[in-house]
């Protein structure tokens, strides 16, 4: 595996880019959903937590704006920068720890915000592996070519 220091390899951050506060521990790299707004109305988003679930494709980026990289979570209440990637896309995405992953592997949400080899199925494939990995006995990053979901 390459050693990306960016989530989004190939694509355009700028047509996209979004933010919301932390609801629970985020990572960039990992996958997003919406979650309900906090005490004072403001919008939230939490780790993806449907394995092989659907929903609005959205990734989270590293905090640059703050000096952070690609190995750096958000808190519970930080400001989390995320985008909507679109067809076509390379995105480098957290891999769950222990996955055998070939180029061209489907990859689905793992249901924790990481992602997982897909399964086919009812499962929904967020995209295929662009790279071939094996993350071992931690998450690793996983280049993904981002289908049209």
């Known amino acids: 595996?390459?050693?990306?220091?960016?989530?989004?390899l190939k694509g355009d951050l700028g047509r996209r880019y979004e933010e919301a506060r932390a609801s629970t521990i985020v990572k960039p790299g990992w996958l997003l959903q919406r979650d309900a707004?906090?005490?004072?109305?403001?919008p939230?988003?939490?780790a993806h937590a449907t394995s092989g679930g659907g929903g609005e494709l959205m990734v989270a980026i590293e905090d640059a704006l703050q000096g952070k990289t690609i190995?750096?979570?958000?808190?519970?209440?930080?400001?989390?920068?995320?985008?909507?990637p679109e067809p076509g896309d390379l995105v480098n995405m957290q891999l769950k720890a222990g996955q055998v992953i070939v180029k061209n592997d489907p990859i689905m949400s793992n249901g924790?915000?990481?992602?997982?080899?897909?399964?086919?199925?009812?499962?929904?494939n967020v995209g295929s592996a662009d790279e071939a990995l094996t993350p071992g006995a931690s998450d690793g990053?996983?280049?993904?070519?981002?289908?049209d979901v």
């Open 1 to 8: 595996m390459a050693a990306f220091r960016t989530v989004l």
């Open 37 to 42: 707004d906090d005490a004072s109305g403001r």
């Open 71 to 84: 190995n750096d979570s958000y808190a519970i209440g930080d400001l989390v920068r995320y985008f909507y």
């Open 112 to 124: 924790d915000g990481t992602t997982t080899k897909g399964t086919g199925g009812t499962t929904v």
């Open 44 to 46: 939230q988003v939490k």
């Open 141 to 147: 990053f996983l280049a993904v070519r981002v289908y």
